[in-house]
């Protein structure tokens, strides 16, 4: 039993309401102030959680960009080293004849066709382009002085070179891999591959995910967002931008920084930016940055956060309240109990001063009363208990109802594969008695291919208790009648000679699931068998047409009919006329075939049933 708390025991009820509205205050005081904090930490949570996702994530992504810019460079740079060593270069430098340097034309231009290099070409020690795989084209580099360029006079010096440029001549960028012909003593000049990046933006383009590549000075040299290209990833310091004009490295140019502004650095390589692509506006990315081996390159890939952070926010943030508002609640109940206990102590307190303030004037009319209070508390007493009885019984029945509704479900829906297992299990005993080993095998395959049609059966069945719908694709609709067949065969052995099927082509599909439209077909096969049970001239036809709209499958039988009044409520749970029927098969395929966007349709008389199962084709 409560107990009377000391303060309540001297107090009057419009004290403890006065005290009971104060507390009220306080308690939705507390409440918003746990609820705002629980959302605060909850979206902190949330985003943090979804950064580290996007952040795992986005480095797979930037790593596989990386090793395929790797493997892109990788095979240019071995045909400088080539060309180097091979005699008829050796021959055009030393002999300096229209037909050495002729020969060694058609060879270059041979080369590039068969790699991925852009232009060949070969300078003498003077930096003039005596020989070039486009001497053809209008744009030929044959002749021009390229001996400003770093990559020829690096080569010169070191032996090799690589300079990524904007081309001076063809005004496209690339990255120049040069060496030196001879040796440093005696020097013949420079073979030089230029290389172009336009199919691997091209395809980071199509990843619509932005990603570019920076030089030492934060330049950006490739990039899936054309109009980044040459900007830069921070402002340069005026002497470097004055040797790059210098060195015409970028043409003109304007080398201004990146749409990239408010970094939120996260860790070395990943930090939160505010970038603004062409035609968008500005949006929060993850960028991750990691360098590239083999060079002095970086490369930073933007991940869209903006969306994803939100939704992960937001979906902490329920979660959160689905945990506290219940938690409040509890605490709202619990404090309005107290305060209704303090209220009901009270009032009986008060009862029981006024009775005595009387019991010397009217001691028998308050005994009497006294008795009638008393067997009033206990009226209220038993009727709280038997209402609670009465309120237990019926969550029971509630939860046996749907018990049941789940139970005669899977029972109807499994019915035929576990007749077709004792089937199969009947045939292998027979097989294994004979020693006939293979046919047991098949027999006891095919059980096990039902066992797991049997799994798949509950988990669509679950499916449709939740009214959740399975991912229409194309099905062969011939397998599916065929499919439907197979389980009917064991139950109805000798009596399958009434169904007559005109069997579609292979090619008709239709949108839906296998599995869920072999239970429509099932359904309705089994129910024209089950009616035309014991009548020699029984009959059922099977055919399926093309319209406009779709597909339908016609089951017509010769039975009895469905009586009017069945009829009426044909599609309605557990309406059935059959005697251990659980009137669900009907409704479960009504409501397959809606979820494809189809109907079914049924018409009948007393010469015979006729449902048309109408489907979506597939394309």
């Known amino acids: 039993m409560l107990q009377r708390p000391a303060a309540a025991l001297s107090s009057t009820p419009e004290q403890l309401r006065r005290r009971a509205r104060r507390a009220w205050l306080l308690f939705a005081t507390i409440a918003f102030a746990i609820t705002a904090a629980t959302l605060y930490g909850a979206g902190l949570y949330g985003r943090t959680a979804e950064v580290g996702t996007l952040a795992t994530q986005g480095r797979t992504d930037a790593n596989l960009k990386v090793a395929l810019l790797r493997a892109v460079l990788e095979s240019p740079r071995a045909l400088p080293l080539l060309l180097s060593e091979d005699q008829q270069v050796h021959d055009a430098l030393l002999q300096k004849s229209a037909a050495a340097t002729d020969v060694l034309n058609r060879k270059l231009e041979g080369l590039v066709s068969g790699t991925k290099a852009s232009v060949l070409y070969v300078t003498g020690i003077d930096g003039l382009a005596i020989a070039s ?64 990046f336009d199919q691997l933006e091209a395809d980071w383009h199509e990843a619509n995910r932005p990603a570019y590549v920076s030089d030492e000075h934060g330049v950006v040299l490739i990039t899936s967002v054309p109009s980044w290209r040459f900007m830069t990833t921070a402002p340069l310091a005026g002497p470097v931008v004055a040797a790059i004009r210098d060195s015409q490295q970028f043409g003109d140019a304007p080398l201004v920084p990146l749409p990239i502004t408010r970094p939120e650095a996260l860790s070395p390589d990943v930090s939160i930016v505010h970038a603004v692509t062409p035609g968008g506006s500005d949006a929060e990315y993850l960028r991750l940055s990691t360098l590239i081996p083999s060079t002095p390159w ?44 303090q209220m009901r102590i009270a009032a009986e307190q008060a009862a029981r001063v006024e009775l005595e303030r009387r019991v010397v004037e009217r001691t028998e009319d308050l ?72 046919p047991a ?81 099932i359904n309705l096969f089994q129910n024209a068998l089950e009616a035309l049970e014991g009548r020699g001239d029984a009959k059922v036809q099977v055919c399926v047409e093309e319209t406009v709209e779709g597909v339908t499958v016609v089951v017509s039988d010769n039975g009895p009919g469905i009586p009017a009044a069945i009829l009426k409520s044909l599609f309605t749970p557990f309406n059935t006329s059959k005697e251990k029927g659980l009137g669900l098969g009907l409704v479960i395929s009504k409501d397959i075939v809606a979820d494809y966007g189809g109907r079914i349709e049924v018409s009948s008389r007393k010469s015979g049933t006729r449902f048309t199962v109408h489907l979506s084709k597939a394309a």
């Open 367 to 438: 005994s009497r009363a006294r008795d009638r209070l008393q067997a009033e508390i206990t009226g209220h007493r038993s009727t709280e208990a038997k209402l609670q009885v009465v309120q237990q019984e019926l969550v029971q029945a509630n939860r046996l109802a749907i018990l049941g509704q789940v139970a005669a479900g899977v029972a109807h829906e499994i019915n035929q594969p576990v007749a077709t297992i004792r089937a199969y299990a009947d045939n292998a005993r027979v097989f294994l008695d004979r020693k006939q080993t293979a």
């Open 441 to 521: 095998a098949e027999n006891l395959g095919a059980i096990a291919a039902l066992t797991e049609r049997i799994g798949t059966i509950t988990e669509e069945l679950k499916a449709f208790a939740r009214k959740g719908r399975t991912a229409a694709e194309p099905v062969e609709l011939l397998s599916v009648i065929e499919g439907a067949v197979v389980l009917l065969r064991s139950r109805f052995a000798g009596r399958l000679e009434a169904l007559t099927i005109a069997l579609p082509p292979p090619s008709l599909k239709v949108m839906g699931n296998r599995i869920r439209l072999e239970q429509v077909l």
């Open 298 to 341: 970086r490369l930073d890939y933007l991940v869209p956060a903006e969306a994803p952070i939100a939704a992960a926010i937001r979906e902490m943030r329920l979660l959160a309240l689905g945990v506290v508002i219940p938690l409040l609640g509890l605490a709202a109940y619990l404090l309005w109990r107290r305060q209704s206990a």
């Open 133 to 196: 795989s486009n001497w053809r084209e209008p744009t030929s580099f044959v002749g021009n002085d390229y001996g400003f360029r770093a990559y020829v006079s690096g080569a010169m010096q070191t032996g090799t070179a690589e300079y990524f440029a904007l081309g001076n001549v063809s005004k496209r960028p690339g990255l120049y891999i040069s060496r030196r012909v001879g040796d440093a003593a005696a020097p013949l000049g420079v073979v030089v591959v230029k290389m172009e």
